[in-house]
């Protein structure tokens, strides 16, 4: 057990639905980071939070938002999703702001299928 | 063109074989992570450096910085290193991330 806890582990849903992924970081850990794995696209950078507040932003879809909550448990809300959005969804967690002080620690991905 | 490039794609190797896995990147960064990815799915983070070398048991990591290249080593390997192996890079401008499209690494004992 990493320490970080992403619910569901397995969703199966159809297309035009939408979701949510659950990540609570690892104890102590005040950042919060959103990764797609697909198959075709390897693994792709998402959104950054920490301490409740956006920090980074990457390839994600207008269609997905996500936030960080006081608690600093994050939710990654998937909407219309499309057969394409079927992926392993990671979330990390840090210490630090910038992984430049610091390593991180995976969940073990929530497998989204979209049928 | 990736801002990351990893070689090689594929490698099997013998059980004790030294292995070198190799990351060039093109973009300005802050760190570069060695990650390890488990047939299972599951992902662990090796190293993060931002410059010169690091050690955990069998694995060593590599950066120079002037060259843009970083490499992972693994001596005398086992079978229980088989994984894929990604190279991953945060920008220097803090907003961006890039992930080399891994290196599947089998040993065979």
Known sequence: ?115 | KNEVEQSPQNLTAQEGEFITINCSYSVGISALHWLQQHPGGGIVSLFMLSSGKKKHGRLIATINIQEKHSSLHITASHPRDSAVYICAVRSDTGNQFYFGTGTSLTVIP
């Not at chain 1, 430049?100 to 929530?110: C, I, R, V």
């Open chain 1, 1 to 115: 057990d990493s320490g970080v806890t992403q619910t569901p582990k397995h969703l199966i849903t159809a297309t035009g639905q939408r979701v949510t992924l659950r990540c609570s970081p690892r104890s102590g850990d005040l950042s919060v980071y959103w990764y797609q794995q697909s198959l075709d696209q390897g693994l792709q950078f998402l959104i950054q939070y920490y301490n409740g507040e956006e920090r980074a932003k990457g390839n994600i879809l207008e269609r997905f938002s996500a936030q960080q909550f006081p608690d600093l448990h994050s939710e990654l809300n998937l909407s219309s999703l499309e057969l394409g959005d079927s992926a392993l969804y990671f979330c990390a967690s840090s210490v630090a702001e910038h992984l430049a002080f610091g390593g991180y620690t995976f969940g073990s991905g929530t497998r989204l299928t979209v049928v």
